[in-house]
């Protein structure tokens, strides 16, 4: 099934406790594109709205999958696994958004409370998703361990190349 996710009454779907789940395709995340080495495949979704006793909407967003990527150390390919598992409060009017200096306090202070963001009733939730996954990448993508400027490590399988390298050397 493919709805579009690009206008969504938000407020309903909290208020509902619905939820939304599907999958995003590579190709279809433009934001994104220029980190990745290819856009075959797809990552998978779950948008649930909620509304607690005091009527403040919040959504809750899960969104896995592997994004192709380059190692920004070694330059190889690297698969990145993605897990974001994100809550957010839905407001209707920016001026109910924390501001800066509020919000540094409450980091400050250890009380950061969940992060705010306006919602509507065509609210482009492709466009949240993309969003959630760009923050959630670290500022810079690399193996633990970059394998190609390690030297082969003992009990790692040895290529038919390098094996022949070493007989031709001895
Ligand atoms: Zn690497």
Request: with cysteine; proline share 4%; net charge negative.
């Amino acid at each position: 099934m493919t709805t579009s996710i690009k206008d969504i009454d938000i407020f309903t779907l909290c208020k509902e406790h619905a939820h939304i789940q599907g999958s995003l395709p590579l190709a279809q995340l433009p934001r994104l594109k220029d980190d990745l080495t290819q856009t075959d495949g797809t990552l998978s979704y779950t948008v649930t709205g909620a509304q607690d006793a005091e009527k403040r909407l919040f959504l809750h967003l899960i969104i896995t999958g592997t994004l192709p990527m380059n190692c920004q150390r070694c330059a190889e390919d690297l698969a990145h696994e993605l897990s974001v598992d994100n809550t957010l409060e839905l407001v209707h009017t920016e001026a109910e958004l924390d501001d800066e200096e509020e919000e540094l306090n409450a980091i400050m202070s250890g009380n950061a409370g969940v992060e705010k963001i306006v919602g509507s009733q065509n609210f482009d939730l492709m466009a949240l998703l993309e969003e959630e996954i760009l923050l959630s990448l670290p500022i810079v993508v690399a193996h633990e361990v970059c394998t190609e400027t390690l030297p082969t490590a003992v009990g790692e399988k040895v290529s038919p190349f390098d094996a022949l390298m070493a007989l031709k050397s001895q």
